[in-house]
């Protein structure tokens, strides 16, 4: 949902979680701009008697943060009161010195510091580094943060890294000190365990109690109880049971990273799930080399007068456990562990080696180290591309092996067979031992189609669409790794469930096969033949694979509907003129017209004294005369726009205003026999000088019938069934060579524009009353227009 897609209540925690930081941003500028151009003495008080060098040439002069500073100005110093003495005792006019005496591991050192003006890079010097390093752990907890926002690791540390770098950049704040500024300070510093507790619960897998909205208000309850205490004391001062108050604040700290570390000792021992392991490994790690050595420097430096270390070094230390904390809630899956480590091999030489030649340079010439830069951005692309090259040496043959694959699935003629490749390719990619692919009902037909590949027998058993597993793909449209399912908070309640799943796929990952945003099937994929977890390179070629087979099913699909769209086609011809048929393929085809009651009109021809003909020539005088016949009379059929019904051996049926509209089918039906007829008149004498005696009659009647497609799926005719087709044919048989026989209905429609004349009653074969009956003769020259 992204971070603007939170409630307004989550929006409003987030803000303030950034305003906690911005006002620490706030408070440092502020410092800087005071300090700058003012008197400062060379070093800052700081707790337990030490010092840090306040100014670049005070640490270029020999003082180091850390020393324990034994005399001011030849008056001896109380360590437990040294911020207000260094204050006192120190002269602060320009141009005036101050002799200090302290000792630093073990040494006794006298030094004489001048007074100068701060200056800019004075406050780079003592502040910069560690503004940066406050800055990289809010920025870490950010990116986390936005790409998995309102989760309950992403709050853990959003809210850890907003108190710790606020701490971080307020520590070092000498000048312009207000009440203020002291009320948010040991704010923060009461706070500061609580968020980490509220981490230990998050990390490495969230505990079910940080879901509760109840667990995390006790949490920040306590934490502001705590946080009034810690104000409280500051504003008493070093009154009376008060004067150890900072001594329990940093003890409380260590505190909450040895419940930390104890977790993630528990979790790394006794878990079976090999991401929750991994996971809990890392954060151990991190947490003993980041998180405890700050916590216990403050605790020594509060509780004995005897421990002197400069602060800001170890400051550093925590970026050992920021890091991996926001890698961890970023990254989901598995770390390849023995390619990591050979990584770290390899970028540990290079750093020795940089290294080394960087205090070379620096030796020579400290500007010399700015001649590695150069050389370093233009190489250090290709160094990586070269080492993952050599670590991960399939990877670079990907692209390669998915142009193959789109090659072969696109020569696919079948779902089945394509559905056949994307099962196989897996291995090809990334050395899957076993892969399952499917489709679920609708996809490529009613029923799920399945096909699996490798060296695990799959059984298919019930229908994959009622899967939980398959639901929660549907539901998230995005890929889901076993791993994923013990760390997600999610997951919990249906956590048996994927884990049948995915043993029943024999699967590790599950991606979706995704068309115009649905889930239409999905790609199951088995662990590596080396036992390696599938890292996003792998899993982004797969997901590519998934989209080449929609793709591909996609032509498959459209070369199958354009085959039934031809054979459809070719069908209607049988019937329609080209016309007619583009507009019934427009609407669908024929599938989309259903048997209705239509006014249509009706024509018929047939040949008189075909029989007899027939009997006294040959077969192929017969066939050849036919032709003849058909062929004259049957251009004008779609030149009309009529509808062919069938062709019997000595007529035809035609018939007008079905399957399209035709306002004027009575006027064509009647030029188009007035056009046959005049052909047919040709063919007579033709006819004539071979002997044959056949004639051609016409009848036409209009009326209400039944069209549409009769007969069954290999063999379909379009039919017009009802009286109006029997009085049609019926004035058809009636009629003497050359004649149109017309119902009265015709007669009626035809109005102006055509000459008829009454044929009188007749009696006709089938029909149970006479008929009155008229000739059409002739009609006035117009343009014949065409559908």
Not at 204 to 226: D, E, F, M, W
Not at 448 to 465: K, N
Not at 596 to 622: M, N
């Amino acid at each position: 949902m992204g971070i603007f897609g939170g409630s307004a209540g989550q929006k409003l925690v987030f803000v303030a979680l950034l305003a906690v930081y911005a006002l620490a941003l706030g408070f440092s500028a502020q410092d800087k701009m005071e300090r700058i151009g003012r008197p400062d003495v060379g070093w800052v008080a700081d707790l337990g008697g030490t010092f840090s060098p306040s100014r670049l040439d005070a640490s270029e002069m020999g003082l180091r943060g850390g020393g324990r500073a034994l005399a001011i100005n030849g008056v001896p110093v109380d360590p437990q009161d040294f911020e207000r003495q260094s204050l006192e005792l120190a002269v602060r006019e320009p141009g005036a010195t101050n002799m200090i005496r302290f000792e630093r591991w073990g040494q006794v050192r006298e030094l004489t510091i001048p007074v100068a003006d701060w200056t800019w890079r004075d406050a780079l010097f003592t502040h910069g580094l560690i503004d940066i390093l406050a800055l990289l752990f809010v920025a870490t907890a950010l990116t986390s943060f936005a790409l998995r926002p309102y989760e309950a690791t992403s709050w853990a540390i959003l809210t850890l890294a907003s108190v710790t770098g606020s701490l971080l950049t307020v520590s070092l704040l000498t000048e312009g000190e207000s009440r203020l500024q002291g009320i948010y300070l040991n704010s923060l510093f009461g706070l500061l365990p609580f968020a980490i507790l509220h981490a230990g619960l998050a990390y490495p897998v969230v505990h079910p109690l940080i879901l509760r909205r109840s667990t995390v208000l006790t949490l920040y309850g306590l934490g502001a109880v705590s946080a009034a205490v810690q104000v409280g004391a500051w504003s008493l001062g070093a009154w009376g049971p008060f004067r150890h108050i900072g001594t329990i604040g940093t003890s409380l700290v260590l505190t909450a990273v040895l419940l930390f570390i104890v977790r993630s000792s528990v979790l790394a021992i006794r878990t079976r799930d090999p991401l929750v392991a991994q996971r809990a490994r890392i954060l151990l790690a991190a947490a003993i080399l980041g998180g405890s050595p700050p916590a216990a420097a403050a605790v020594l430096r509060e509780a004995t007068d005897w421990f002197a270390l400069d602060m800001r070094l170890v400051y550093w230390a925590m970026a050992f456990f920021f890091l991996p904390l926001g890698y961890i809630s970023v990254r989901q899956n598995l770390v390849n562990a023995r390619a990591a480590a050979r990584q770290a091999v390899v970028y540990a030489g290079v750093a020795a080696v940089l290294t080394g030649l960087g205090l070379v340079l620096i030796a020579v010439q400290a500007y010399a180290l700015s001649l590695l830069l150069f050389p370093l951005l233009y190489w250090w692309p290709g160094f990586q591309r070269g080492l993952a090259a050599r670590i991960y040496p399939k990877r670079a043959r990907l692209p390669k092996v998915l142009q193959e694959l789109e090659t072969e699935m696109a020569l696919c003629t079948s779902a089945a067979d394509l559905l056949s490749h994307v099962a196989s390719a897996p291995a090809r990619l990334c050395d899957a031992r076993s892969s399952v692919a499917f489709l679920l009902p609708g996809a490529a037909g009613p029923d799920e189609l399945v096909r699996a590949a490798g060296g695990v027998p799959f059984e298919y058993g019930s229908p994959f669409a009622g899967e939980t597993l398959i639901k929660l793909m549907e539901t998230t449209r995005k890929e889901i790794l076993r791993d994923q399912i013990a760390v997600e908070p999610q997951y919990s309640n249906i956590e048996a469930d994927c884990y049948a799943g995915f043993d029943r796929l024999d699967a590790t990952l599950l991606l979706p096969i995704l068309r115009e945003g649905r889930v239409i099937g999905g790609l199951a994929v088995g662990s590596t033949t080396t036992g390696d977890p599938y890292e996003p390179p792998e899993i982004q070629s797969l997901s590519t694979l998934a989209h080449q087979a929609v793709q591909a099913l996609s032509r498959v699909e459209a070369i199958q509907q354009l085959k039934a769209r031809e054979s459809e086609f070719q069908e209607l011809e049988r019937f329609f003129p080209p016309q007619i048929i583009d507009q019934i393929m427009e609407k669908g085809g024929a599938a989309e017209y259903r048997t209705a009651r239509k006014l249509v009109t009706v024509f018929f021809a047939d040949l008189r004294g075909f029989t007899s003909f027939s009997e006294r020539v040959e077969p192929e005088e017969v066939m050849a005369t036919l032709a003849e016949y058909h062929d004259s009379l049957g251009a004008h059929i779609a030149e009309y726009g009529g509808t062919l019904e069938r062709f019997t051996g000595d007529g035809f049926m035609v018939f007008f205003n079905d399957p399209v509209n035709q306002p004027d089918h009575v006027q064509r039906a009647a030029r188009m026999a007035l056009a046959m007829r005049q052909d047919v008149e040709s063919l007579y004498q033709s006819w004539r000088q071979k002997g044959y005696e056949i004639h051609v009659g016409f009848g036409i009647h209009t009326g209400y019938a039944t069209v549409g497609f009769v007969g069954y799926e290999a063999r379909l005719d379009y039919a017009v069934i009802g009286n109006v087709t029997n009085l049609a044919a019926r004035l058809s048989d009636a009629a003497q060579g050359g004649e149109i026989l017309i119902s009265v209905g015709v007669q009626a429609e035809l109005k102006d524009g055509f000459e008829t004349e009454s044929a009188g009653t007749l009696e006709l074969k089938g029909i149970s009353r006479p008929q009155p009956v008229h000739k059409l003769l002739s009609a006035q020259p117009m343009d014949r227009r065409k559908q």
